[in-house]
Every structure is written in structure tokens, then in C-alpha cells.
């Protein structure tokens, strides 16, 4: 249900846009903190994925060195 602000008096305009000022920093630097751990989640898939030997062979191919 939409709220009919032109209903509010003008401390409780103020007192809900203050609280929705702070809930979009905290979700805007919840945000930044996840884009962080996937930067490094998907830098830390890599080095595995270069450095991790690969020994599977296809049948009839010569043995990997």
C-alpha cells in the first residue's frame, strides 16, 4: 500500500525521509562490501583454476609431461 504523504504533517516527512536516507547508506555500503568479497571470490577462483595441474587425458592421446 502506497502511503499518501500529502496527508503527513511535516516532522513526520522530515523523520521518514531522514530514515530512508540512512537505510539506502546502509544498504548502498552493503552493497559496496558484497561487490568487494565477489572481486575477490572470483580473483581467488582464477588463481586456483591457473595454478591447479590438469591431468585429464583424452582417450588414444599421449601421456600428459
Known amino acids: 500500500m502506497t502511503p499518501t504523504f500529502a496527508t503527513w504533517d511535516r516532522t513526520t516527512l522530515d523523520q521518514f525521509a531522514l530514515e530512508a536516507y540512512l537505510r539506502l547508506q546502509q544498504q548502498q555500503d ?12 572470483i580473483e581467488a577462483y582464477r ?19
Not at 588463481?47 to 609431461?65: D, E, L, N
Open 47 to 65: 588463481a586456483v583454476i591457473m595454478f591447479t595441474p590438469r591431468f585429464v587425458q583424452s582417450v588414444g592421446s599421449p601421456p600428459a609431461i
Open 30 to 41: 552493503q552493497l559496496e562490501q558484497l561487490r568487494g568479497d565477489l572481486k575477490d571470490a
